[in-house]
């Protein structure tokens, strides 16, 4: 007997540099993708201000009643106001999203962690404590397939990224493949990626998919990526599992439209391959969103 779960996974809108145009069409979007799960990897907002706060809480509202889990990003902790950065940087997540800042949720047999990575120290890098890494060894072993998103990325496709990577992600690798982790998800550098962990780290024992968002909705986008976001269809028979990873770009039309799709299999609970690389999906090829 097979199980299908699908998630739309979101990051880095920065509310407040983008239009309500772009919002609009981006909740439909969502809304008609029929998804189980919504997934937001942080940098919500752009200055951690309360009508960024509030109008990411109206968005997160018009999805629905489709369940959202988010973490913060480094834009969502005050930057300026230093009084607050150091007493409470997460207010505006918790009291105006409504987030905690580290959540697992079980949906079947799909478990989500979701992981703060941020810190009122760090601007830009970001790190899993211990606190959070102690986290993984609570999965449960009903849980077939295990995602741990946070907002700072495990890979990046650019070496101009490299200062963006997780600070500790090697020496923290082998936590995830012990916790026998499944799928990585992260954003921040609003570059999507998806690929195996064995691409960046050598000697895995146990690779991994890590998948990036670039950003859904700001117009802080790069040259090559205009606004994106993945649509992640999960298909879990007995103990094997199918990963398809969907990439869906904005175009200039202002409709978000699938672009490239990336296939992963895992066969038994260990063994994590790419079924296919970054197959074009002969779609319009979008260009970089106004903004």
């Known amino acids: 007997m ?42 919500i907002t752009q200055r951690a201000r309360r009508e960024q706060f509030i109008a990411a809480r109206s968005f997160c509202d018009s999805l629905g009643s489709i369940p959202i889990m988010a973490v913060p990003g480094n ?5 300026y106001n230093m009084l607050a950065r150091l007493l409470y940087p997460y207010f505006g997540f918790i009291h105006y999203l409504k987030f905690p800042l580290n959540e697992r949720k079980r949906f079947g047999a799909v478990e989500v962690l979701a992981l703060n990575s941020t810190g009122r120290f760090r601007v830009v890098q970001g790190e899993l404590h211990r606190r959070e890494l102690n986290k993984l060894t ?33 020496n923290d690798l082998p ?22 962990s064995s691409m960046r780290y050598n000697g895995t024992h146990r690779p991994m998919p890590i998948v990036l968002a670039g950003t859904c909705l700001s117009s802080r986008t790069r040259s090559d990526a205009p606004n994106s976001f993945n649509l992640i269809d999960v ?5 094997d599992v ?42 319009p090829q979008p260009t970089d969103a106004p903004g």
């Open 2 to 43: 097979s199980e299908s779960f699908r998630i739309v996974h979101i990051s880095d809108p920065h509310f407040g540099t983008t239009t309500t145009e772009k919002i609009t069409v981006l909740s439909k979007t969502i809304r008609d993708l029929s998804a189980n799960l919504v997934v937001l990897s942080g940098d």
């Open 175 to 196: 936590r995830f493949e012990d916790a026998k982790v499944d799928l990585v998800l992260g954003g921040h550098i609003h570059d999507p990626l998806a690929r195996l």
């Open 75 to 79: 834009h969502d902790i005050p930057l």
């Open 138 to 170: 609570e999965f449960s072993p009903a849980a077939k397939f295990r995602i741990v998103m946070c907002h700072h990325p495990m890979d990046c496709p650019k070496g101009s990224d490299e200062k963006n990577i997780l600070k500790c992600a090697a």
């Open 235 to 239: 298909c879990i028979k007995d103990d």
């Open 242 to 283: 199918e990963l398809d990873v969907t990439r869906y770009d904005l175009t200039t039309q202002e409709t978000y439209v699938p672009l490239t799709e990336t296939q992963f299999q895992r066969k038994g609970r260990d063994q994590w391959l790419s079924k296919v690389k970054n197959e074009s999906l002969m779609l």
